[in-house]
Protein backbone atom coordinates (compact mmCIF):
# COMPACT_ATOMS: atom_id res chain seq x y z
CA UNK A 1 0.00 0.00 0.00
CA UNK A 2 1.40 3.79 -1.41
CA UNK A 3 1.82 5.91 1.97
CA UNK A 4 -0.36 8.42 2.48
CA UNK A 5 1.08 12.08 2.34
CA UNK A 6 -0.40 14.83 3.62
CA UNK A 7 0.40 18.34 3.58
CA UNK A 8 1.46 20.60 6.22
CA UNK A 9 0.38 24.08 6.22
CA UNK A 10 -0.09 26.84 8.46
CA UNK A 11 -3.71 28.59 8.88
CA UNK A 12 -5.14 31.31 11.36
CA UNK A 13 -1.41 31.18 12.71
CA UNK A 14 -1.68 26.98 13.57
CA UNK A 15 -0.03 24.35 12.05
CA UNK A 16 -2.40 21.53 9.91
CA UNK A 17 -2.25 18.71 8.27
CA UNK A 18 -4.50 18.49 5.22
CA UNK A 19 -4.82 14.45 5.08
CA UNK A 20 -5.23 12.54 1.57
CA UNK A 21 -8.48 11.03 3.36
CA UNK A 22 -10.25 14.86 2.91
CA UNK A 23 -9.89 15.52 6.46
CA UNK A 24 -8.00 18.60 8.52
CA UNK A 25 -6.36 17.73 11.48
CA UNK A 26 -4.91 20.17 13.94
CA UNK A 27 -2.15 18.29 15.52
CA UNK A 28 -1.89 21.15 18.60
CA UNK A 29 -5.60 20.18 19.98
CA UNK A 30 -5.80 16.73 18.59
CA UNK A 31 -8.61 17.80 16.83
CA UNK A 32 -9.95 16.81 13.07
CA UNK A 33 -12.46 18.45 10.90
CA UNK A 34 -14.21 16.67 8.73
CA UNK A 35 -17.17 17.74 6.06
CA UNK A 36 -20.11 16.06 4.61
CA UNK A 37 -20.10 12.32 5.57
CA UNK A 38 -23.49 12.02 4.37
CA UNK A 39 -23.44 8.65 5.69
CA UNK A 40 -27.39 6.55 5.35
CA UNK A 41 -27.04 7.84 1.69
CA UNK A 42 -27.72 4.29 0.22
CA UNK A 43 -31.00 4.38 2.25
CA UNK A 44 -31.65 7.05 0.79
CA UNK A 45 -31.57 5.75 -2.58
CA UNK A 46 -33.19 3.01 -1.62
CA UNK A 47 -36.39 5.04 -0.58
CA UNK A 48 -36.45 6.08 -4.57
CA UNK A 49 -36.17 2.61 -6.03
CA UNK A 50 -32.26 2.91 -6.67
CA UNK A 51 -30.46 -0.09 -5.14
CA UNK A 52 -26.33 0.73 -4.70
CA UNK A 53 -23.73 -1.84 -3.85
CA UNK A 54 -23.93 -2.96 -0.32
CA UNK A 55 -20.47 -1.10 0.35
CA UNK A 56 -21.44 1.91 -0.36
CA UNK A 57 -21.37 4.16 2.46
CA UNK A 58 -19.02 2.07 4.43
CA UNK A 59 -15.68 4.01 3.10
CA UNK A 60 -16.59 7.33 5.06
CA UNK A 61 -16.49 5.38 8.99
CA UNK A 62 -13.97 3.19 7.60
CA UNK A 63 -11.90 6.45 6.45
CA UNK A 64 -12.30 7.67 9.95
CA UNK A 65 -10.90 4.64 11.32
CA UNK A 66 -7.79 5.19 9.12
CA UNK A 67 -7.13 8.35 10.40
CA UNK A 68 -7.28 7.56 13.93
CA UNK A 69 -4.97 4.84 13.44
CA UNK A 70 -2.29 7.11 12.04
CA UNK A 71 -2.80 10.04 13.77
CA UNK A 72 -3.72 11.07 17.94
CA UNK A 73 -7.10 11.78 17.43
CA UNK A 74 -9.19 12.76 20.94
CA UNK A 75 -11.47 14.83 18.90
CA UNK A 76 -13.77 14.70 16.12
CA UNK A 77 -15.25 17.38 14.55
CA UNK A 78 -17.99 17.27 11.85
CA UNK A 79 -18.71 19.91 9.81
CA UNK A 80 -22.44 19.46 8.57
CA UNK A 81 -23.96 16.85 6.55
CA UNK A 82 -23.20 14.18 8.57
CA UNK A 83 -26.38 12.07 7.70
CA UNK A 84 -27.43 12.33 4.25
CA UNK A 85 -31.01 12.26 5.25
CA UNK A 86 -33.26 12.32 8.75
CA UNK A 87 -34.37 8.65 9.15
CA UNK A 88 -31.51 6.81 8.10
CA UNK A 89 -30.45 5.95 12.11
CA UNK A 90 -30.78 2.10 10.81
CA UNK A 91 -29.19 2.16 8.18
CA UNK A 92 -26.63 -0.89 7.35
CA UNK A 93 -23.86 2.20 6.68
CA UNK A 94 -25.15 3.89 10.59
CA UNK A 95 -25.13 0.41 11.93
CA UNK A 96 -21.56 -0.32 10.68
CA UNK A 97 -20.27 3.11 12.26
CA UNK A 98 -22.07 3.09 15.41
CA UNK A 99 -20.69 -0.67 16.17
CA UNK A 100 -16.71 0.42 15.38
CA UNK A 101 -17.23 4.00 17.46
CA UNK A 102 -18.30 1.84 20.46
CA UNK A 103 -15.69 -0.82 19.66
CA UNK A 104 -12.39 0.92 18.64
CA UNK A 105 -12.97 5.17 19.59
CA UNK A 106 -14.79 4.95 22.87
CA UNK A 107 -12.42 7.78 23.99
CA UNK A 108 -13.20 10.10 21.30
CA UNK A 109 -15.30 12.95 21.51
CA UNK A 110 -17.54 13.60 18.51
CA UNK A 111 -19.12 16.62 18.06
CA UNK A 112 -20.90 18.24 14.72
CA UNK A 113 -22.33 21.14 13.58
CA UNK A 114 -25.63 20.34 11.54
CA UNK A 115 -26.27 20.75 7.98
CA UNK A 116 -28.95 21.17 5.89
CA UNK A 117 -29.08 17.38 5.77
CA UNK A 118 -28.89 16.52 8.81
CA UNK A 119 -30.76 19.83 10.58
CA UNK A 120 -33.91 17.57 11.50
CA UNK A 121 -31.65 14.61 12.78
CA UNK A 122 -29.98 16.11 16.15
CA UNK A 123 -31.72 13.28 18.08
CA UNK A 124 -30.37 10.47 15.38
CA UNK A 125 -26.92 12.41 16.05
CA UNK A 126 -27.17 12.45 19.56
CA UNK A 127 -27.72 8.65 19.61
CA UNK A 128 -24.84 7.76 17.69
CA UNK A 129 -22.98 9.66 20.46
CA UNK A 130 -21.88 12.95 18.54
CA UNK A 131 -22.59 16.16 20.35
CA UNK A 132 -24.74 18.61 18.78
CA UNK A 133 -22.86 22.49 18.45
CA UNK A 134 -24.08 25.61 17.09
CA UNK A 135 -22.45 28.24 14.69
CA UNK A 136 -21.32 30.04 17.22
CA UNK A 137 -18.77 27.12 18.98
CA UNK A 138 -15.29 28.74 18.69
CA UNK A 139 -11.97 26.28 18.69
CA UNK A 140 -9.35 28.56 19.13
CA UNK A 141 -9.37 31.13 16.08
CA UNK A 142 -11.30 28.25 14.36
CA UNK A 143 -15.33 28.79 14.28
CA UNK A 144 -17.07 25.17 12.79
CA UNK A 145 -19.73 25.58 10.48
CA UNK A 146 -21.68 24.01 7.28
CA UNK A 147 -22.38 26.86 5.03
CA UNK A 148 -19.41 28.82 3.94
CA UNK A 149 -20.76 31.72 5.73
CA UNK A 150 -17.42 34.58 6.74
CA UNK A 151 -17.05 35.31 10.53
CA UNK A 152 -16.08 38.82 11.60
CA UNK A 153 -13.53 37.69 13.98
CA UNK A 154 -12.63 33.98 13.22
CA UNK A 155 -11.69 31.39 10.34
CA UNK A 156 -14.50 29.34 9.30
CA UNK A 157 -13.76 25.72 8.10
CA UNK A 158 -17.14 24.29 6.39
CA UNK A 159 -18.31 22.14 3.84
CA UNK A 160 -21.13 21.65 2.08
CA UNK A 161 -20.12 22.88 -1.58
CA UNK A 162 -17.96 19.61 -2.38
CA UNK A 163 -15.29 21.19 -3.56
CA UNK A 164 -13.27 20.00 -7.41
CA UNK A 165 -11.20 21.86 -8.91
CA UNK A 166 -10.59 21.14 -12.50
CA UNK A 167 -7.07 20.29 -14.41
CA UNK A 168 -6.81 20.30 -17.58
CA UNK A 169 -9.44 19.87 -19.76
CA UNK A 170 -10.54 16.42 -17.73
CA UNK A 171 -9.46 15.42 -14.41
CA UNK A 172 -11.40 16.71 -11.10
CA UNK A 173 -9.98 16.36 -7.98
CA UNK A 174 -11.80 16.94 -4.69
CA UNK A 175 -10.12 19.94 -2.77
CA UNK A 176 -9.20 21.92 0.53
CA UNK A 177 -10.59 25.66 -0.60
CA UNK A 178 -8.39 28.44 1.29
CA UNK A 179 -10.04 31.97 0.70
CA UNK A 180 -10.00 34.74 2.98
CA UNK A 181 -10.98 33.83 6.46
CA UNK A 182 -12.22 30.86 5.29
CA UNK A 183 -11.63 27.62 3.92
CA UNK A 184 -13.97 25.01 2.27
CA UNK A 185 -12.74 21.04 2.94
CA UNK A 186 -13.69 18.42 0.59
CA UNK A 187 -16.67 16.02 0.77
CA UNK A 188 -15.53 13.22 3.09
CA UNK A 189 -18.14 10.89 1.59
CA UNK A 190 -16.91 9.35 -1.96
CA UNK A 191 -20.91 9.29 -3.45
CA UNK A 192 -21.18 12.96 -3.12
CA UNK A 193 -19.87 14.33 -6.32
CA UNK A 194 -17.83 17.64 -7.04
CA UNK A 195 -18.66 21.33 -7.88
CA UNK A 196 -16.32 23.28 -9.98
CA UNK A 197 -14.65 25.56 -7.95
CA UNK A 198 -13.02 29.17 -9.09
CA UNK A 199 -10.85 30.55 -7.32
CA UNK A 200 -9.24 33.90 -7.22
CA UNK A 201 -5.29 34.63 -7.36
CA UNK A 202 -5.29 35.49 -3.59
CA UNK A 203 -6.92 32.14 -2.58
CA UNK A 204 -5.63 28.49 -1.62
CA UNK A 205 -6.29 25.35 -3.38
CA UNK A 206 -5.46 22.09 -1.67
CA UNK A 207 -5.88 19.18 -3.97
CA UNK A 208 -6.19 15.47 -2.91
CA UNK A 209 -4.74 13.10 -5.70
CA UNK A 210 -5.12 10.03 -4.62
CA UNK A 211 -2.72 9.11 -1.43
CA UNK A 212 -0.94 12.54 -1.18
CA UNK A 213 -2.31 16.37 -1.37
CA UNK A 214 -0.88 18.80 -3.59
CA UNK A 215 -0.97 22.66 -3.34
CA UNK A 216 -1.45 23.77 -6.97
CA UNK A 217 -1.99 27.52 -8.60
CA UNK A 218 -4.90 29.26 -8.69
CA UNK A 219 -4.76 29.43 -12.55
CA UNK A 220 -4.21 25.62 -12.79
CA UNK A 221 -7.23 25.31 -10.97
CA UNK A 222 -9.84 27.24 -13.65
Keep these: MSARKPLPFTLAGERLLALPERALFWPARSILFAADLHLGKPA ?3 RHGVVLPAATGHGEWQGLAAILRHHP ?3 VVLLGDTLDAPGVAESPALD ?3 AWKRASAPGIRFSCVPGNHDRRAQRELEALGIE ?5 ARLGPFLPRHHPVPAADAHVLCGHIHPGARLGTRLRLPC ?4 PHLTVLPAFGRFTGLAHIRPDPAERVLVVADTEVIEIPTHEAR
Design 44 to 46: VFA
Design 96 to 98: GFR
Design 176 to 179: FHLR
Design 73 to 75: VKT
Design 132 to 136: ILDDS
